[in-house]
């Protein structure tokens, strides 16, 4: 356990070297993108591109509708690290393993996690395409990936989570979504679940009965990295569908990857008009 800690904190350590030495002035801001929103990737002027495989120890997203890049540059005025492509737990990462990236990044000086996902709506209220500002998880992933030693350069080993979400950048996603007059935007919690298979209708009626309002696949392990790492996070959940228990019908992920392509240009909006306001 110690020699597996240690091992992954060289890699880390290498892995922060090399960055730092191709992509210039250190980024300001993380910005995970989500299943089928990656275009806002080609916003990004002075773009400096990198393929997974061309870093050192990074994981490689096994994931067809993920891209794997790793993109330096400025977006809305900021200097942003876009992932293009992420990693899960279902991939067979443990979650230390598929937050490798967030953890690098936060070394190399990043000091806001903006992150994305595709979920399923498990509030009534929503409908496909609502986007969901999240103010509050649940880790219902059976893994933690700050267990094991803890590195105590990297953050506490009990990271406080009463405020995850920073109420001020929630606050800030609101008034832009107003602003640009995205009317489908809510805030609330999202369920992190192993997977990869979907909900049947009693778990759906659990997660929503536990206080959630959209149920995903990613998102919480970056998250609580992020913690521990002293940043603040946004995270933006793109509701492609969804779920009621009393008329379950089936989850299809092709209609998923649709509804996400047809957010898009909302979501896109919404990120740039957050980043120029911050
Ligand atoms: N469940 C879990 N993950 C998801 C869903 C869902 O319904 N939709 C998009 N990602």
């Not at 395409?129 to 030693?149: A, K, Q, V, Y």
């Not at 803890?150 to 001020?168: E, I, K, L, Q, T």
Request: charged share 20%; net charge negative; with cysteine.
């Amino acid at each position: 356990m110690k020699q597996a800690a240690e091992d992954f904190q060289n890699e880390v350590e290498t892995t922060v070297s090399f960055l730092r030495e191709r992509c210039g002035e250190r980024p300001e801001i993380i910005l995970v993108l989500g299943t089928g929103l990656g275009g806002i990737a080609e916003k990004i002027e002075n773009a400096l591109c990198l393929p997974y495989e061309m870093i050192p120890h990074f994981p490689r997203s096994t994931v067809t509708s993920h891209a794997g890049n790793l993109i330096f540059g400025i977006l809305g005025n900021k200097r942003v690290a876009a992932l293009q492509g992420r990693f899960h737990y279902y991939e067979g990462y443990s979650t230390r393993e598929l937050t490798f990236p967030v953890r690098v990044l936060s070394l190399l000086g990043a000091r806001l996690l903006l992150v994305t996902n595709a979920a399923g709506g498990l509030n009534p209220a929503y409908a496909p395409g609502t986007l969901m500002i999240i103010s509050d998880h649940l880790n219902f992933i059976p893994d933690n990936p700050l267990r094991g030693p803890n590195v105590d350069d990297w953050g506490p080993r009990f990271p406080d989570c009463s405020r995850v979400y920073d109420p001020d950048l929630i606050a800030l996603a609101i008034d832009c979504a107003s602003r640009h007059n995205i009317a489908k935007v809510v805030a609330g919690t999202y369920v992190a679940i192993p997977g990869p298979s979907l909900e049947t209708p009693a778990e759906t009626r659990f997660l929503r009965m536990c206080g959630a309002d959209a149920v995903g696949m990613s998102t919480v392990p970056e998250v609580i990295v992020a913690v521990h790492a002293g940043l603040r996070v946004l995270g933006i959940s793109m509701v492609a569908n969804v779920n009621d228990p009393d008329n379950f019908q089936p989850i299809r992920f092709e209609e998923i990857l649709e509804q996400a392509g047809q957010a898009e240009g909302t979501f896109v909006q919404l990120v740039m008009a957050v980043l120029r306001n911050l």
